[in-house]
């Protein structure tokens, strides 16, 4: 019961944001990034989108849960309607036979709708993002990256180790 009620509501206190984008940071991680094979990170969404319609339906299941945590700090609801299609262009595209599978390595969803939601917490200065990325560093001590704001981002430090800080 504890963990409904620390992680299925609105956020009240800075600990409880903090424990909230860690927790969505996480999740990106996980579903889009946790494995490097052969140079390039895999993540479990990629993985078990190889086991037909079943995996793709399952890894959608994990990014929308990603994005209802997403959208409990109040985001706009164009941004979360642009998380949304970043979701179902993954889904769509993991439903192609083979091709979509080794597509959906290569397009990672959950880490652009977590640079989306970086981005937005630190325009409304909701969450030091950056003093949170150097204190609880990833396995691989990176921030995910998203596409749209790439050079944003690069430029305001989240996405790169913490030699830029």
Request: charged share 20%.
């Amino acid at each position: 019961m504890d963990f409904i009620r620390r992680y299925h509501r609105e956020p009240r206190t800075e600990k409880e944001r903090e424990d909230l984008y860690g927790r969505i940071r996480k999740i990106a991680y996980w579903l889009d990034s946790f494995a490097s094979v052969g140079g390039l990170t895999v993540g479990l969404e990629a993985m078990v989108g190889f086991i037909p319609v079943i995996g793709d339906f399952l890894g959608m299941a994990a990014s929308l849960y990603q994005i209802y945590l997403c959208f409990l700090f109040g985001i706009p609801t164009y941004l979360t309607l642009r998380m949304l299609a970043n979701v179902l262009i993954d889904f769509i595209v993991g439903l192609v036979p083979w091709i979509g599978d080794i597509l959906d390595v290569f397009y990672k969803s959950n880490q652009y709708n977590l640079t989306i939601l970086t981005n937005w917490l630190l325009e409304n200065r909701l969450v030091d993002v950056h003093r949170y990325n150097r204190e609880h560093p990833l396995k691989s001590g990176t921030e995910p990256i998203g596409r749209s704001t790439r050079s944003r981002t690069r430029a305001a430090g989240v996405g790169v180790g913490s030699s830029s800080y």
